[in-house]
């Protein structure tokens, strides 16, 4: 009997328990049942999951303190805000929320009988909003709020709406939605600084700095959150800096100061950096001070390099530079420094160098700073321009040092150049050893115990003195089976990989003074060339100083740097020239001993006759320098070749310096070219080579070259087709005679055949051929004679001929035709 009574009240309430289960049915049980199981399974592991992924990217996030720091983090520096996070945690909250709304929704006739789901659903739409899918959070919010959700829950519905809208770039309708609430809810609700904050998001994206101060600085003031209060109040200081209001600044800093502990440690030191560089009230010292003692606090150590940056601001501001510029380094070198404190050093350094005139140094943190963007950001691209308008200066200083320093030792005896490499490699030893005892000082003394004691291989001192044991037996050789062998290395002092496109060069120096004095140019020729490559050089220096800088003072220091090398005439009267335009405008007696200098020495130079016989250069009436090198294009286009090389020569007076230089000289080269063959080309493309390597119309030059010397045999072996080409010689000087001919042989052809053409081809500076070209057969030129009707006599008299076309085509390239 007691059996089947349990057996039946076990089975009752098995069927109740199941009956409970569904939802399709709004029972007390159900109800009670799916809200306990969603708010105490489903949810909380996804409100868990939730929180995790929020602490990981607030963690994670790096401020960006030297801009309007954001109201709220949402990615990672290096993220694509348009793809999903990386950050673990909203994924799963998601899952958690989809499972509660399909698992336990009790939605009877448009009716929610399971108060959890709401919670279900904006936990749905903050999940997707942290995952970067705005729209799907969108829709979840969306949803909740069409559904009839409590106040609370609409509220908080309403404003994370708002956020996604923000994110979708809907900043205006996100303030024409939530800004009457923001200024109808009461300062004691909950939501009050959530609402105020992402009215004051919605505005800064608008660029609206005024009304963004206001609604977060109401966010601010009535935030229980210690850590988002920090946030808002740091951004309300940074507002009042921006609109010149420093001490309603302070005030919002001396907030978070006040916070102490409970405000996270970032927010914290930059507050307290923030009111030692505003405050103007005190002397420097007592800032200095104040930040050295924030630097022997411990728990400073994970922000010294924004302390080191603040340290460095005041030196600047009492034009300490160098002192400023030591902790930008210290700051550089900390091993907390963040991404963003790091691109703003380096662009201070770089901006800083290319002030004073340190263009090189400039471009190298530029350099750097290329190395940290993103190659499609705008910062990127604004730092490449700088650097790119950098090439030129530094590639030419590179050139200048590099030839100073070759051009030393080469004029150096044996002897004295043995002992400058003696001591060079002396030094170099004793700064590898002095590196290694700073290196076993910072070691603890048990390891420096153990490694006086080590094997060879982990004992440095050992390894330094084998090292350079093999340096100075071996050389530097490459990482190859048998090393040792001759054949491996091709020449005791060089070998080479040979690939199918390229062959790169393999140097084995060996540490000794004797190999070093190897390498250095020994003959005439070479010293010679680096002598002419080293004038060049501070030429360029000096009038890309004057023209592209404007820094008169570093223009001057290289074009007479250039003058006292003593340089050819070509240089020489440039260099004066440019310094006499500079003194022009300073110093008329200056200007005068450079303009007599000039005169006196170089009479015959384009530089001294503009001088002496400015009208014969015509310039008034040309405004710019492209509009001259046009005039000259247009000639070489017509193959007026002799006129454009006289052009040319006037052109070259007027635009020294200027940018539109180097394509005049390449133009230059490309008229001698036609002129004189290919071989004459290729020495004035090496010329320009040489003299332009920092420009665009330089590389052009180097790559013609290139392409000249892999194509120097394509003809030989090519298929040659019968094509005659029957050529009229004239003298270019009988310009009449030459054009009565063009034009009577054009026309006669023309009735003849279709299929001939005329043209007129400047052979070189004394020739002119008048050419009948689409000759097929020889016997075509004698029906020629008939048809056309020539003159018998007058062409007894033309010393014309008869050629095939590729033949014609060397004539004109190599300039091979010999006249009788």
């Known amino acids: 009997m007691f059996y089947r009574k349990t057996f039946f009240w076990l089975s009752l309430f098995l069927i109740v328990t199941i009956l409970s289960c569904s939802t399709s049915k709004k029972g007390i049980l159900n109800k009670e049942y799916h809200a306990l199981t969603s708010k105490y399974n489903v949810i909380f592991n996804g409100k868990e999951a939730f929180s995790v992924g929020e602490e990981i990217l607030l963690e994670a996030f790096e401020e960006n303190f030297y801009h309007y720091i954001p109201v709220e983090p949402i990615s990672l520096r290096g993220e694509d805000i348009d793809q999903t996070t990386i950050v673990p945690g909203f994924d799963r909250a998601e899952e958690k929320a989809v499972k509660a709304i399909q698992k336990h929704s009790i939605n009877i006739k448009n009716i929610q009988y399971n108060r959890e789901i709401e919670k279900a659903y904006l936990l749905l739409g903050k999940a997707r909003y942290f995952d970067r899918r705005f729209f799907p959070a969108l829709e979840a919010f969306n949803f909740l ?131 030692n560089l505003l405050d103007t009230s005190l002397a420097y010292s007592y800032h200095v001070e104040s930040l050295e003692k924030m630097l022997k606090n411990y728990e400073n150590d994970p922000y010294e390099h924004f302390i080191y940056r603040a340290l460095a601001e005041l030196y600047f501001k009492q034009k300490k530079d160098s002192i400023g510029l030591s902790y930008l380094e210290k700051s550089l070198e900390s091993v907390s420094l963040d991404s963003y404190t790091k691109i703003e050093n380096i662009k201070f350094l770089a901006d800083y160098h290319l002030k004073k005139g340190n263009y090189v140094v400039s471009g190298g943190f530029l350099d750097k700073l290329l190395k940290i963007y993103e190659k499609s950001s705008t910062q990127y691209k604004r730092a490449k321009r700088k650097r790119e308008n950098l090439n030129e200066v530094i590639l030419y200083e590179k050139t200048a040092q590099n030839t100073d320093s070759i051009i030393k030792l080469a004029l150096l005896n044996k002897d004295e150049q043995l002992i400058y490499f003696e001591n060079y490699i002396n030094s170099k030893r004793l700064r590898e050893i002095q590196k290694l005892k700073e290196a076993e000082e910072s070691t603890n003394s048990q390891s420096i115990n153990r490694l006086k004691t080590a094997f060879y291989f982990y004992n440095p001192n050992q390894l330094l003195k084998g090292r350079q044991a093999f340096l100075t037996v071996w050389g530097n050789r490459p990482n190859l089976d048998n090393w040792r062998s001759s054949e491996a290395i091709l020449a005791p002092k060089e070998f080479a990989i040979q690939d199918k496109k390229k062959s790169d060069n393999f140097f084995v120096i060996q540490e000794t003074p004797e190999s070093y004095v190897s390498l250095i140019p020994s003959k005439k020729e070479e010293i010679d060339s680096l002598i002419l490559l080293n004038q060049q050089s501070y030429l360029q220096l000096g009038m890309i100083y004057k023209e592209k800088f404007n820094d008169y003072g570093l223009a001057r220091n290289r074009l007479k740097k250039a003058l006292n090398l003593y340089p050819p005439k070509g240089i020489a009267s440039q260099a004066l020239y440019h310094l006499y335009r500079m003194a022009e405008k300073d110093s008329s007696l200056v200007a005068e001993t ?33 509009l001259l090198y046009e005039k000259v294009l247009k000639l070489f286009e017509l193959q007026k070749f002799s006129e454009t090389l006289k052009e040319i020569e006037i052109l070259t007076v007027i635009s020294s310096g200027s940018r539109i230089e180097p394509k005049i000289n390449l133009l230059k080269a490309h008229t001698i070219g036609r002129l004189e063959g290919i071989s004459s080309w290729k020495k004035a493309l090496n010329s320009v080579a040489s003299k332009y390597s920092a420009f665009e119309e330089g590389i052009e030059a180097k790559n013609l070259i290139d392409k000249i010397e892999s194509l120097q045999n394509l003809d030989d072996n090519n298929v040659i087709y019968k094509n005659y080409k029957w050529i009229f010689p004239f003298e270019s000087s009988n310009n009449k005679a030459i054009d009565t001919f063009y034009s009577e042989i054009k026309r006669k052809t023309s009735i003849y055949s279709n299929s001939l053409s005329v043209s007129k081809d400047n052979y070189n500076r004394d020739y002119v051929f008048v050419v009948i070209h689409g000759i097929r057969n020889l016997n075509e030129i004698e029906v020629l004679k008939n048809v056309i009707e020539f003159d018998q006599e007058k062409l007894v008299n033309f010393d014309n001929f008869v050629t095939l076309a590729s033949q014609y085509r060397e004539y004109i390239k190599n300039k091979t035709w010999k006249t009788n």
Do not use: C, H
């Not at 700095?209 to 109401?218: C, F, G, N």
């Not at 966010?219 to 001490?247: C, H, P, V």
């Not at 020495?601 to 310039?619: E, H, Q, R, S």
């Open 145 to 275: 709020l069409e559904t009839g959700a409590s106040w609370s829950n609409f509220l908080d519905a309403k404003i994370w709406r708002e956020k996604t809208n923000i994110r979708l770039k809907n900043y205006e309708l996100a303030i024409e939605n939530l800004r009457p609430l923001a200024r109808k809810l009461i300062s004691k609700n909950k939501y009050f600084s959530i609402a105020n904050a992402t009215v004051a998001d919605a505005f800064m994206k608008l660029k609206k700095e005024d009304s963004t101060l206001y609604y977060i600085k109401r966010a601010a003031k009535n935030e229980s959150n210690k850590m988002l209060k920090a946030r808002y109040l740091f951004l309300t200081g940074q507002l009042f800096e921006s609109i010149k209001e420093k001490d309603s600044a302070q005030w919002a800093y001396k907030q978070i100061i006040d916070l102490k502990r409970k405000a996270p440690r970032k927010f914290f030191v930059q507050a307290l950096l923030k009111q």
């Open 594 to 626: 450079y303009r007599i200098n000039l005169l006196n020495n170089y009479p015959d130079t384009p530089f001294a006759i503009l001088l002496t016989d400015p009208k014969n250069y015509d310039i008034s009436k040309i405004k710019t320098p492209e």
